[in-house]
């Protein structure tokens, strides 16, 4: 069997969060997700008035912040630059995600169920995911190796719906302290992974950060040119071991990250 032959046979299973404006697919402090008709087959009204047509084709524009939906987060996003004289100021701040290399987002995935802990926090609060949880699999399925992409399989997706429910995927805990918020990684379980090899790192919740205390995973991670992926789901349609993962992002230049397509490849 031919490497085209193990692709063309394999399943795809799609990582990806719908994008829309009614979902929780942004911060909840950040920009909204606004999608708006620019030009239709024919005039039309819209919510935003009256959309003239000036040929028969549709397009419409986004206003859409770079971490909405499934998205990933380069250095640049908590590692300012070294000239900058700030705290945590490293040459880590000079790498934008144009500047990150394709194949740092791809690899063989570890996925870590860690689904227990979902609903464990104090309202406001995430529950930790801590090194214990890490070495715990480790036991079970074989030490994590250099280059493999760790997929923190929390459960939290299930609140990624539209009206009020869905504030309990972020808005709730984080605004307004309703509710626990999602499973996070500790600095410790971060600094374990950085040792193990790991320079990939997706959770399918808003954020690798704590509800309650999101920066120091943020600089710990990204201060050492790990990459971050959040938003993800379904990762329940995976084994511990034996998919490869990719993230293809759009590369704007300067960005923080940016929003993109993850997907998981499955040899069937």
Not at 24 to 34: I, Q
Not at 38 to 53: K, M
Not at 205 to 216: K, L, Q, R
Request: glycine share 10%; net charge negative; charged share 15%.
């Amino acid at each position: 069997m031919t490497n085209w032959d193990i692709l063309r046979n394999s399943q795809i299973i799609d990582l990806s969060v719908v994008v829309a404006p009614d979902l929780p697919c942004t911060w909840p402090t950040a920009m909204a997700h606004v999608t708006k008709v620019w030009n239709y087959y024919a005039p039309l009204n819209e919510r935003q008035g009256a959309v003239p047509s000036t040929a028969p084709f549709q397009t419409r524009f986004w206003i859409i912040d770079e971490h909405c939906g499934t998205h990933f987060d380069a250095p640049t996003h908590f590692i300012p630059p070294p000239d900058s004289q700030l705290p945590w100021a490293s040459d880590s701040g000079l790498q934008t995600g144009d500047k990150v290399p394709i194949e740092d987002l791809t690899g063989p995935a570890a996925v870590l169920d860690l689904t227990f802990l979902a609903g464990q926090g104090k309202p406001g609060e995430s529950p930790w995911i801590t090194e214990e949880h890490i070495k715990d699999w480790e036991t079970r399925h074989g030490t994590l190796q250099p280059g493999e992409v760790v997929l923190l399989h929390t459960g939290w997706d299930a609140h990624y719906v539209t009206g009020q429910q869905g504030e309990a995927y972020c808005k709730g805990p984080l605004v307004f302290q309703q509710g626990p918020g999602w499973p996070a990684p500790s600095v410790g379980a971060v600094l374990h992974l950085h040792e193990r090899g790991v320079r990939c790192l997706g959770i399918d919740a808003p954020s690798i950060g704590a509800t309650h205390d999101g920066v120091p995973a943020h600089q710990e991670g990204l201060s050492r040119n790990m990459r971050y992926i959040e938003q993800l789901t379904n990762l329940q349609q995976l084994p511990p071991r034996g998919a490869y993962f990719l993230f293809l992002p759009v590369k704007v230049v300067g960005s923080t990250g940016g929003p993109g397509r993850a997907i998981a490849l499955l040899e069937t």
